[in-house]
């Protein structure tokens, strides 16, 4: 049972203590919480007043400002999720269409950022390509590295266009490690020196000793080994998964050693067995871990408050424990909004529910709060139990009362990436036994199956495991 308290027990900061009363009881809406009607928000008025004023960009002055980078990306199905969360940590708002990005930046700027993946060289414009018959061996290994071309362009220019403008597009090259194109047809590194010009000239130079190919052309491109990989919520080496040992302290001789993903599995199953489940347990989604990168801790929170504040409007509607939920409703997103910002981070299905709650679909938005319990737990702010029954909504929406965008992060002590993945292996599991257990066979798993898809969307999300895709495409595999 140490797999289990592992990781549905583990004890966080700022965690939340009920007793057995407090946990179990329904529900509560506070009176101050739940007005019958609502005053017009004085305070929003203003705002309106003080949006940026924006001007559309002529077409010259789009193709004078466009900027045209190249970068290398080592794994070509982790490219979108690099480029995505570069633009998350530069913007300030971010919406995503059929493979483009419009981006809103400081003052108010937007912008449209595109990405595509290059074939090889022939893709770079015509004169480079020719220059590379002049350039040293070192610049041409390092301009055949070039797989992936970043587009950025202006459409509507706010306050300070041209200075916030600039710093962005800097930013965002720092962090992808681009090559910017010059208007004299030039690459230019992030750190101003020429990569190559059209003439073949190149300013950087070799090493006199390379290690190895790699280690030479990265210093070229000016990317150290790794940092192209989007981080992890938290690398904790002393949380690290280990493997399982028997009680003599380690593996038996006779026994062949086991893979991570093995033990894995082995410590799953056990665990399932131990809650009287004899059902098939052996069928699990597993991820190919090199490729495995969780989400960050900004992206989690701003995700979890949106999913909070959907689930407790759908149970507005569906506890009747206040008069007017159409109210009620008004007044806690009026409240999620000021301190977590979720009119930016809200998907389309969500907007569209909560634009018109009226439409129904109450019972499955109430099921969110499972999901941002999941990424609660992911955070470090909140304990799973077995999924056997719904979460405590008193103590999970308390989190929210308490906090604010910031200090929530800040507060978060993100479980590890070995943690994620025990979660994951089990969840897994259990959803697949769920889908093809008869319903006789279910009900006497006591397990709730609503419960378990929850978690596997939001941990499918989470760890970005399948297509890089938003929160309303993913589509949990048993």
């Known amino acids: 049972m140490g797999f289990f308290k592992r990781i549905f027990g583990r004890k966080k900061k700022n965690e939340i203590h009920l007793t057995p009363e407090e946990a179990y009881a329904p529900p509560k809406f506070e009176p101050s919480e ?17 949006q940026p004023k924006l001007e559309p960009l002529s077409p010259d002055a789009r ?47 937007v912008l449209s950022v595109t990405r595509a993946l290059l074939p090889g060289v022939s893709s770079l414009p015509v004169e480079l390509a020719e220059a590379l018959k002049a350039a040293p061996s070192h610049a041409v290994k390092a301009v055949e590295r070039l797989n992936q071309r970043i587009e950025v362009t202006p459409e509507l220019a706010g306050e300070d266009f041209e ?84 009680e003599g302290g380690a593996q038996a001789e006779d026994e062949p050693k086991l893979s991570e993903s093995e033990l894995r599995a082995k410590r799953s199953c056990e665990l399932i067995r131990a809650h009287g489940i004899l059902l098939d347990c052996d069928r699990a989604v597993n991820p190919d871990e090199s490729k495995v990168y969780p989400r ?31 109210a009620w409703s008004a007044s806690l997103l009026s409240r999620y909004d000021r301190l977590y910002g979720i009119k930016l981070t809200l998907t389309a299905k969500e907007n569209a529910y909560l634009r018109d709650p009226g439409t129904g679909r109450h019972t499955a938005n109430v099921l969110k709060a499972e999901a941002c319990a999941t990424l609660m737990w992911a955070l470090g702010l909140f ?24 200090s929530l992060g800040s507060s978060a002590v993100p479980r590890t990436k070995a943690e994620l993945l025990d979660m994951y292996d089990l969840t897994t599991r259990l959803h697949a036994l769920c889908v093809r257990a008869g319903a006789k066979e279910l009900k006497d798993t006591g397990l709730d199956p609503d419960v378990i898809y929850e978690r596997h969307y939001a941990l499918n999300w989470l760890l970005n495991i399948g297509e890089f895709s938003s929160w309303d495409s993913i589509i949990p595999t048993t």
């Open 63 to 109: 193709q004078s400002a466009k900027l045209i980078a190249y970068g290398h990306v080592s794994k070509i199905d982790e490219a979108e999720l690099a480029v995505r969360a570069a633009l998350r940590n530069r913007c300030v708002s971010l919406e995503e269409a059929e493979g483009a990005f419009r981006v809103t930046i400081q003052g108010g700027s």
């Open 163 to 246: 200075n916030e403008y600039n710093a962005f597009i800097a930013g965002l090259c720092q962090d992808l490690k681009c090559c910017r194109l010059q208007a004299d047809g030039s690459l230019v590194r992030t750190d101003g020196k020429l990569l190559l010009d059209t003439f073949g000239n190149c300013e950087v130079e070799a090493e006199s000793e390379p290690q190895d190919e790699k280690t030479e052309i990265e210093e070229i491109l000016g990317e150290p080994e790794g940092e192209a990989e989007a981080p992890p919520i938290k690398a904790d080496a002393s949380d690290a998964d280990a493997p399982a040992s028997d």
């Open 383 to 406: 304990e799973l139990d077995w999924p056997d029954k719904q979460v405590d909504i008193a103590a999970l929406s308390e989190l929210f009362k308490t906090n604010d965008i910031n």
């Open 296 to 326: 960050s801790v900004k992206e989690t929170c701003e995700r979890a408050s949106a999913l909070m504040a959907t689930s407790l409007v759908a149970r507005a509607y569906t506890a009747r424990q206040t008069s007017s939920p159409a």
């Open 34 to 50: 739940a007005p019958v009607t609502v005053e017009p928000d004085k305070t929003e008025a203003p705002k309106e007043a003080e």
